[in-house]
């Protein structure tokens, strides 16, 4: 590989349009740019220009505003940029947040060094003996920035395992990894390339590249005798253009990217309750019996719940999968379940996917169209493998396929009585090298687009179901739900971390996999809750499931298990009252859930986190632990051992004298100390700070909870 070198360093003094450029001797530039007090842009640009001229992650600006065809990369429009102090001597350009020593040039490696410049303590340094470094033969771009083996490590979307990064080697491709390992598998479904460091001095440093190209982080696995100690990224044959933001939290980090990547959709309240979902119903041949059976069970159980989201059974013909067609044999009449789910209280979410087997009734005229996904050598679609068959991907780049996909939503799905399209199977992983995205007039070559089509069919999704409601006249936010997707998904959707297995193994690192998602500026996120792959889960497990996703944002439980078994709240006798119990207490918390979702919305900041996101200063809390904080307020401590009665916790230290109190019980613990709690099987161990006042739900006597319950009493803790 060849380090990049270039000329010395210049620096443009003028205020807000302050800059520093180095040219390059490879023909190109390296160019910082201040966006704000505390983030700066680092762009590489080469001689002939960004081989990924468009960005549709970056959005400074509302998402609406956001072109279908993106973002010019080279736009700085939307940022605020801050003055700027240009310190010659020093080579230096400094705001009150952030300076940027800048380092090498005439003919040395050049690197920058991030400080505080009110303590001068690192931010990040790039590694001295080469930083920036190019591949020809492959087209790959390498940033390696000098590692401490005491930082902290989080970040990167829906990753595997502990929280702490540090030492693992991870991949940025979205990918169907259904039955994934929970404490190792890796790549899963996301494309984030966004991860958060926390130096030694206790700083925190956030760095996004926005790239679609397929890239890997090694955050400590390599080691070469002649660097020292470093992590890098390296990014298949893409550009290297990061954003780099600080802060002396967490939340400070987490709220700059957020709002980078233009903030997150605050859905409808009723997507917040308790939803279901199996493929084993609708994929039933008397599937509509299946389901009406299924409404009246929740009837007769009594368990609360607003929603069902269909699985792709209703457009299967064996194994196989024909997105927007119904099969009449096994739903003779679509209209009347559909409405009977209504009148039940549920809302409806039907499964999408964004690939047409080649026999599909629709394919023919689509591939005449030119709306598929194309061979750059033939012009023809390019068909690959796909749910037991073969079939060809829409291009979400080109407006035909846009244009179909929303009418066939309104005509299929809305006008039949659904609310939402729920974007599944959108990895886009195509494996042909001549594979093409139109790219809306500027082709993109599939390697660098591959994550784009998720986030484009999303917001199809979306915006039909906008329009749909807007001529409805029905005044309520939207909820669309994607798997898969790059930066800028949660302005459209909801999402979650996939096909997950029954296991208590997964179980415990699905925790870890949700908090990683929430520190990754994904909030709207959860878990199949059961596991969908694999075993049906015991009793036990089903419970401890149950208890420990009912207060994440999403929850849903959702199954495909041999022999069409599914996961439903009565399928264990023994436990069904407790399963129940705990999806009551969801509604119960739903006024505080739901001010958490605003919050969320309104000033970027996580639904659930880890408990160092709250306290950043307390070191036990950056301990691997299975606990979590929703919001401001309430520790949750699932069980997540088979057999567990108590288990061990650690509560933060809070200021003035305060400490924790049961939620159950109202006994009081002290903070900054280590308990033992009871975790009797009917109990999921709740903990609130002391001195906090938490609103509280009730339905109207007799009827069952929902999520629009009006407060019912203010609990003071």
């Known amino acids: 590989m060849t380090p990049l070198k270039g000329s010395d360093w210049a620096l443009h003094p003028g205020g807000k349009d302050a800059d520093a450029t180095a040219e390059l001797d490879q023909n190109g530039q390296l160019r910082v740019v201040f966006l704000s007090?505390?983030?700066?842009?680092?762009?590489?640009?080469?001689?002939?220009?960004?081989?990924?001229?468009?960005?549709?992650?970056?959005?400074?600006?509302?998402?609406?505003?956001?072109?279908?065809?993106?973002?010019?990369?080279?736009?700085?429009?939307?940022?605020?940029?801050?003055?700027?102090?240009?310190?010659?001597?020093?080579?230096?350009?400094?705001?009150?947040?952030?300076?940027?020593q800048l380092a090498g040039g005439s003919g040395r490696p050049l690197r920058l060094v991030w400080t505080d410049p009110v303590t001068q303590h690192v931010y990040q340094s790039d590694r001295i003996t080469s930083a920036y470094l190019s591949e020809r033969r492959t087209g790959l771009v390498r940033h390696c920035v000098a590692r401490d083996p005491r930082e902290h490590y989080f970040g990167l979307g829906d990753k595997t395992g502990p929280l702490n990064l540090h030492g693992r080697r991870l991949r940025c491709l979205g990918q169907d990894s259904i039955g994934y390992d929970p404490a190792t598998g890796d790549p899963l479904y996301k494309h984030w390339p966004f991860v958060i460091t926390r130096t030694v001095d206790g700083l925190w440093t956030g760095i996004y590249y926005d790239t679609l190209s397929a890239c890997t982080f090694d955050l400590g696995c390599e080691h070469d005798n002649y660097h020292g100690l470093f992590r890098t990224l390296e990014i298949d044959d893409g550009d290297l253009d990061y954003y780099l933001m600080v802060g002396h939290t967490p939340a400070e980090v987490v709220a700059q990217f957020v709002a980078l990547i233009g903030g997150t959709h605050l859905p409808p309240r009723w997507s917040v309750g308790f939803a279901q979902t199996a493929m084993g119903l609708a994929d039933a041949p008397n599937a509509q019996q299946m389901l009406d059976r299924f409404i009246d069970q929740c009837a007769s159980h009594r368990v609360p719940i607003s929603s069902f989201h269909y699985g792709s059974g209703y457009s299967s013909r064996g194994k196989q999968r024909y997105v927007f067609t119904w099969n009449r044999s096994k739903f003779p009449d679509p209209e009347g379940i559909n409405q009977r789910f209504q009148s039940a209280g549920m809302r409806l979410v039907a499964n999408l996917k964004p690939c047409l087997l080649d026999d599909h009734p629709a394919y023919p005229a689509l591939a005449g169209q030119g709306a598929f996904i194309e061979d750059a050598q033939t012009s023809e679609p390019v068909v690959e493998p796909y749910w037991d068959g073969q079939g060809s991907h829409l291009d979400f780049t080109r407006p035909q396929a846009i244009a179909w996909w929303q009418q066939q939503l309104r005509e299929q799905i809305l006008d039949k009585g659904i609310d939402v399209g729920w974007n599944d199977n959108n990895e886009y992983a195509i494996q042909s090298e001549d594979a093409f995205s139109h790219g809306f007039g500027q082709a993109l070559p599939m390697h660098r687009s591959r994550p784009l089509h998720a986030l484009l069919m999303t917001r199809a999704t979306f915006e039909a179901q906008q329009a749909w409601m807007d001529q409805q006249g029905l005044d309520e936010s939207v909820f669309t739900v994607t798997r898969a997707g790059p930066p800028g998904i949660q302005r459209y959707a909801q999402t979650w971390s996939g096909d997950n297995t029954t296991s208590w193994s997964t179980l415990k690192w699905n925790i870890r996999t949700g908090l990683q998602m929430s520190l990754s500026g994904m909030f709207n996120i959860g878990h199949d809750v059961g596991g969908f792959y694999g075993p049906v889960p015991d009793a036990e497990l089903l419970l401890r499931w149950v208890q420990a996703c009912a207060l994440n944002p999403r929850m849903v439980m959702n199954s495909w298990k041999a022999g069409n078994v599914t996961n439903l709240p009565w399928m264990h006798p023994e436990v069904t009252?407790?399963?129940?119990?705990?999806?009551?207490?969801?509604?119960?918390?739903?006024?505080?859930?739901?001010?958490?979702?605003?919050?969320?919305?309104?000033?970027?900041?996580?639904?659930?986190?880890?408990?160092?996101?709250?306290?950043?200063?307390?070191l036990e809390c950056l301990r691997d632990n299975d606990e979590f904080m929703l919001g401001e307020h309430l520790l949750v401590a699932p069980v997540v051992n088979e057999g567990e009665r108590q288990r061990r916790l650690y509560l933060p230290a809070l200021p003035d004298g305060k400490g924790w109190i049961d939620f159950q019980t109202r006994a009081r613990l002290s903070a900054g100390a280590w308990h033992e709690i009871d975790a009797p099987l009917d109990r999921l161990p709740l903990l609130v700070v002391e001195g906090a006042e938490l609103q509280v739900a009730a339905p109207a006597e007799g009827a069952l909870p929902r999520y629009d319950d009006p407060v019912c009493e203010q609990l003071r803790f």
């Open 37 to 100: 007090q505390s983030m700066a842009r680092i762009t590489w640009v080469l001689g002939s220009g960004f081989r990924e001229p468009r960005t549709w992650s970056v959005a400074p600006l509302p998402a609406a505003e956001m072109p279908w065809a993106g973002r010019a990369r080279e736009s700085l429009e939307g940022f605020q940029r801050p003055a700027v102090a240009v310190h010659t001597i020093k080579n230096q350009l400094a705001t009150e947040a952030l300076a940027v």
């Open 577 to 618: 009252e407790l399963v129940i119990q705990a999806i009551r207490l969801r509604y119960r918390l739903m006024p505080y859930l739901w001010q958490c979702f605003e919050r969320a919305s309104e000033r970027h900041e996580p639904i659930i986190r880890p408990t160092f996101f709250n306290f950043p200063d307390d």
